[in-house]
């Protein structure tokens, strides 16, 4: 698998050759917001996605938000989505 600075590199080459340093390094930026936490405090997932989590001891798991609690864990602190493919 590639490193997100490789697909940066490789992504600006193919679109724009002669901006090239700005286009990698908005692929970099833009990934590392893709890959931000989500602070339970600050917004929840949808009812019934599938989301990984992480509690206070950021310990990792792939929980339903069942618009309650938490299935099958309890003490969530963040998340974020995930894209199947």
């Known amino acids: 698998m590639k490193t997100v600075e490789e ?4 992504y600006a080459q193919k679109t724009d050759r002669a ?4 286009v990698a390094k908005d692929f970099i930026e833009g990934a590392k917001y893709a890959q931000q936490w989500i602070s339970v405090d600050d917004e929840l997932p949808e009812r019934g996605v599938l989301v990984l989590t992480k509690d206070k001891n950021t310990i990792y798991f792939v929980c ?3 618009g ?10 963040h998340w974020r989505p995930i894209e199947l493919k």
């Open 7 to 10: 697909a940066a590199r490789e």
């Open 19 to 22: 901006n090239a340093e700005w």
């Open 64 to 66: 339903v938000y069942t």
């Open 68 to 77: 309650e609690v938490w299935y099958p864990f309890d003490d969530i602190t």
